[in-house]
């Protein structure tokens, strides 16, 4: 799956426990009617790629959704959800897809010219 939008916040690695487990988390809005400001986290050896993004690029992030069974000290099944993140690509501003689509549709549908044979 992937997540495409404005990236709105990027915090930096925390670890946790004694075993070295690292977590860094960013924010992207989505570009919709209704956008929504989605958490994904990146865990492990993946927080470096966040390195080189900044808050308001635009960017496309793969991700997997995660979700665990947890029972609490009284006995009560708790269900969790999570959205990690595994690979994240900066995204080409409007023009440059513009012209990239344009670029396609020529490939596969070359432009008319005037020395068409066509009878009308």
């Not at 997540?3 to 004694?18: A, F, L, P």
């Not at 570009?31 to 690029?57: A, M, R, S, T, W």
Request: a negative charge.
């Amino acid at each position: 799956m992937q997540v495409q939008g404005t990236i709105k916040q990027v915090n930096e690695t925390q670890e946790y426990g004694s075993n070295g487990f690292k977590k860094r988390e960013l924010v992207i809005t989505t570009d919709e009617q209704y956008p929504q400001h989605i958490l994904i986290e990146f865990v492990q050896d993946k927080c470096d790629l966040l390195d080189n993004f900044k808050v308001g690029q635009n960017a496309t992030v793969s991700i997997n959704l995660r979700g665990r069974e947890w029972t609490n000290p009284q006995g009560e099944v708790k269900y969790f959800n999570s959205i990690q993140g595994w690979r994240i690509e900066a995204n080409q501003d409007g023009q440059s897809k513009v012209n990239e689509v344009a670029q396609q549709v020529n490939e596969v549908m070359p432009p008319a010219t005037e020395d068409d044979d066509l009878p009308f």
